[in-house]
């Protein structure tokens, strides 16, 4: 990897937690870690080697023993990470290490005990107060987000139904890198605030820990902090820089193979694996620089902290040890992780006016609150200088931004008394319309009616100048300005003491450095400062560089042993996995050829596809979106709503609510014909023409005789809709067809 003017190695510090009690209890072995924190240096001690065998040594930008405190790793590890963020650059934190080392003790801690409050919560105190304590022409816009990766899926911690949600997917943007999209982010206005949403996210995470065994520690925690600050430039603009950090609590390291995993939880185990060994491989990769392809995408992980290793932030790796013999393959497996990420090269840069700052958004939408506030209570101003008779002119545009808060100040005060005035006003002629004796009863109401209305107006308007001033007001407090917002509770000399504190570790860091560099070239320069003034002389020196020479190049054989004995036991593991997973594969194997017809499995199989994105096998549609030919037919408009294509009348039918045998049918039910039989008298004397039907009589028979035949849904109700002109005809041909 080049290195450029720009980049910067990952810092890689290394933690040692204390011997817990059941690991004093099993004996005096003692750890098997031992550090020299002036140095920065690991040495570790193989339990099982004879004593003549070299410790092998490390060296880290900083270690923290047993005894350490949260506070001191905070401040020489971790401030200035946290301080180039709130410079707008991209920063990272991880937490690496086997399962009850003090991952999460580091990265959280004990909350309640100021002691012991872990990265997290110092980082929340150092972001608000820094805010508090800038200058007041700086504007700030804090989120939070709270992600974890379990089984190789992104969920959203802040999610108020976790447990059922869909996994997030992951995005790529040129600008911000990758994100997840649909995460929940919460604005932050003070450190309560944020704390909460920790809380939040971390009963979430304690859900999913007791429906899953050591889920925990199976799964990776992504807490990010977007911090994004506005300021005026020296082109009398307003820039935004947005510092984005990561706090990483990752799985346990430890090998599975140990914890003696089978069937389901091995495959769950070899999701968690495969995080990690990919963030293994992309650390390699990076560090080695020599391969040109970085394994990024072969998980979720790295594609998350792609910008964090290699790219654009600032990364802190905090290795996590127990000091414990049991665990002394661990404990080397995690120095080596460690030795290799600090050869890791990134490129921080500043975040300066991206196009997706939030914050500008934010600016904007309270921009144009504000105008349009200030435009009402101007309009109520003038209102009240006509009332008042003053008559309004404004002079003089040039204002300084104070003497505009005051004349703001004035309107404000102005539209409010204007209200008070017009509703007395309003008030008062009322009553003089009510006392008016002149006036007749109906002029009177009228009168009134119009005030109360004029009234009514003006209430309407003077709450909608409240609800906006609420929105403005609720918009503006979430941006929180340097100086202001934030009570600061510290008073000077505690600020001075914490700036002193900042400068020893300083000092404590810049010593470690020089150390470490001396000890590179006392071995460098060893040779050229020694004058032979004998051969004897020369002999004895070069006899003993070439031990020195010795026993390193024993330290690099054994280093290799190690090396090639790890690489022979990931294989081993690996293989039992495939193994497992082909046995896997047998089975589903048995049960498609025997139990699937097969062109059954064939149409499944033409119709899945491979969506590389989400590393999942996925069905195509039946029908191409694209072709609009063969899509689907429509069903006809006139079923909408119903199980099928149904007339008028029918609809008629339904609506009026009667019998529901035949609803949505297209039926006619016919009532029987119940009149009487006509019996009119025949008068044989005066006979008439043959051909004249009796019911063309004027006789009541002819109001009996028609229509009783009614169809079911036919109600005495009178039936506007064509259909009953359907039903009458029918009566009609039906009731002459009777009578003849
Ligand atoms: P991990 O997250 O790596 O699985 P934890 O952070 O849960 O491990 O730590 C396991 C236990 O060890 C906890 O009880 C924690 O309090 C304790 N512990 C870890 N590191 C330290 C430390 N530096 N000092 C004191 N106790 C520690
Ligand atoms: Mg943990």
Redesign the pocket.
Known sequence: MSKNKSSESVKVVV?C??L?RKEESNGPAGGIVQMDLRLGQVILRNPRAPPSEPQKTFTFDAVYD?N?KQRDLYDESVRPLIDSVLAGFNGTIFAY??????????MQGAWLDPEKRGVIPNAFDHIFTHISRSQSDKQYLVRASYLEIYREEVRDLLDPNHGNARALELRESPETGVYVRDLTSCVCKSIKEIEEVMNVGNQARAVGATDMNEHS?RSHALFLITVECSQPGPDGRKHIRVGRLNLV?LA?SERQAKTGVQGERLKEAAKINLSLSALGNVISALADGRSGHVPYRDSKLTRLLQDSLGGNAKTVMVA?LGPSSQHYDETLTTLRYANRAKNIQNQPRVNEDPKDALLREFQREIARLRAQLNHRKWRSKQKKEQVDGEGWDRDGDEETEGEEEEEEEEVEKDAEEYVKLEEQRLEREKEAIREDQFLLAEEKQRLLGEKERMMGDLRKEQEATEQLTAKYKAMESKLLVGGKNIMDHTNEQQKMLEIKRHEIAEQTRSEREMQQQMLVQDEETLELRETFTSLQQEVEAKTKKLKKLYAKLQCIKAEIQDVNDEHVRSRQELEQTQNELTRELKFKYLIIENFIPPEEKNKIMNRLTFDPEEDQWKFQPLVPAESKSSQMKKRPASAVGYKRPISQYARVAIAMGAHSRYRAENIMFLELDMAPPNTATLDRSTEADPNQSPSMDNSPAKDKGICKSRSWCQTPKSITSSSSNVSLAACHTATSTAAQ
Do not use: E
Not at 98 to 105: D, S
């Open positions: 933690r937690r204390p817990n047993a350490s290490g086997q399962t009850g080392t003090g991952k999460t003790y580091t520690s609590d346990g996590t």
